[in-house]
Structures are given as C-alpha cells and as structure tokens.
C-alpha cells in the first residue's frame, strides 16, 4: 500500500529556532500533500495544503510566514516552524494524496515538535 | 462552515459487544465520507471509505458504516468488538476545494475495549 514518512519523528528546540519538517510519499507520486496539527485528545486540523510547484494554500488562522511550506518535488513536501515558541509544540501530521487517486489521502507517523 | 461531529468522545465496551459509532456532517452538497483508525502511538489509517454506491459500507477488520443521505450520517458499526480495537476513532469528510478535496474530520472518538 502506499507509504508516507516523515522526518524526524520527534524534535525538541529551543525557543526562536526554526525546524524543518520532511514528509514524503515513498511509493507514489503526490501532487498535492496536507499540513495537520494535532493538539492533544484533540481531532486533526488542517494547516494548509501544499501543492508541488506552487505555493501553498492556508487555512484560516494559519499563519503563512511562520509556517513555511515548500512541495518542490511530487514525493517532498517541508513544513519549517520559523522563530517557534513554547506554543508550538505540537503534534505534526502530514498526508498525501495520489496524483491519479480517488481521493484518499495516506498519513504519515507524524512529528512530535516539543519548543523548549 | 461545514462540520463534522462524533457525538461519542470516549466510549468504554466489553470484548464481544457491539459498536456503533455516530458521525452527522453539515454539508449540503456531494460529499465523501471516511472513517480513520489511529491506533496508540501509531499513525491514522483508513478503515474504511465512501464516495457513491450501495450506502453500506464493508470496511477492514469487521467494521461496516452505513451512509444515510437524508440524516447526513455515516455512522460506524462493528458487529463484535475485540481488545484489539482499541483506538480512537476519526470520521471525515472530503468537500470539493478548489480541487484539492480536504479533509474535515470530526473531534474523535476514543474507544476502550476492555477484555
């Protein structure tokens, strides 16, 4: 079936560092991948959808410079937390649908970004 | 805005009892219809999906949901729960965006399955 990872799973950082989190489609090519953020004992939320070769579209509240997203190829997609704070830490969830899918997405482990 | 709502945020069963899970969605239009699994410390998985067709849905590991247009629900069921089924339980739906087709998911139902 198909496969998406993401890296790393887990990340601790100081407040004011950025990181990058990877997600990618192992075994298929995804045009199209989602940003989620899961709050503990929460639902998923979608932050924004990332499309490969151009940029990405966010959800309302979501804020674009602060959540830096780059698809430049059809299997990578990077989420970059800039400058984080304490109220970042998060769990972070990406999926990925098939180019030439039916409208399935398939999730990634997640990240767990924890702001120091 | 479009929702989607569980109405059961933590459910508590025996082994061998029955399972029906409710999700209802705010959505006027076409829409697809998807119940997730996450099982502890794993990622989500699809357990089981609807676009068009016979309403009654088979999906893996026993569990079945039943799309009812008029109620707009697409409740989750499972004839005979194991302790395996442990897990928190997500329904979503997929509108029509700009052609990207996101996924809205409810708030999750959490499921313990005691033997």
């Known amino acids: 079936g198909a496969v998406v990872s993401q890296h790393p799973s887990r990340v601790i950082c100081k407040s004011g560092t950025s990181v990058k989190i990877e997600c990618r489609s192992l075994?298929?090519?995804?045009?199209?991948m989602f940003w989620y953020r899961q709050f503990p004992k929460q639902s998923l939320m979608l932050m924004a959808t990332s499309n490969e070769g151009s940029k990405a579209t966010y959800e309302q509240g979501v804020e674009k410079d602060k959540f830096l997203i780059n698809h430049a190829s059809l299997t990578l997609s990077t989420l970059t937390v800039t400058s984080a704070h304490p109220e970042d830490s998060s769990f972070y969830i990406c999926?990925?649908?098939?180019?030439?899918?039916?409208?399935?997405?398939?999730f990634g482990p997640g990240t767990r970004l924890t702001v120091t | 805005a479009q929702s989607v709502s569980q109405h059961n945020h933590h459910v508590i069963l025996s082994e061998a009892a029955s399972l029906e899970l409710g999700c209802n969605y705010s959505?006027?239009?076409?829409?697809?219809l998807f119940w997730y699994v996450q099982y502890p410390g794993q990622h989500l998985q699809l357990l089981l999906k609807y676009f068009s067709g016979d309403p009654l849905v088979k999906g893996i590991k026993g569990f079945e949901a039943e799309f009812i247009k008029s109620k707009f629900s697409f409740n989750l069921r499972k004839p005979s729960v194991q302790w395996s089924d442990t897990a928190e339980y997500f329904c979503?739906?997929?509108?029509?965006?700009?052609?990207?087709?996101?996924?809205?998911f409810g708030a999750g139902t959490r499921l313990a399955v005691h033997p």
């Open positions: 979503a739906v997929t509108l029509p965006s700009g052609g990207y087709n996101k996924l809205i």
């Open positions: 999926s990925a649908r098939e180019t030439y899918g039916a409208y399935e997405q398939y």
């Open positions: 959505y006027g239009g076409t829409v697809n």
């Open positions: 075994d298929f090519q995804a045009t199209t």
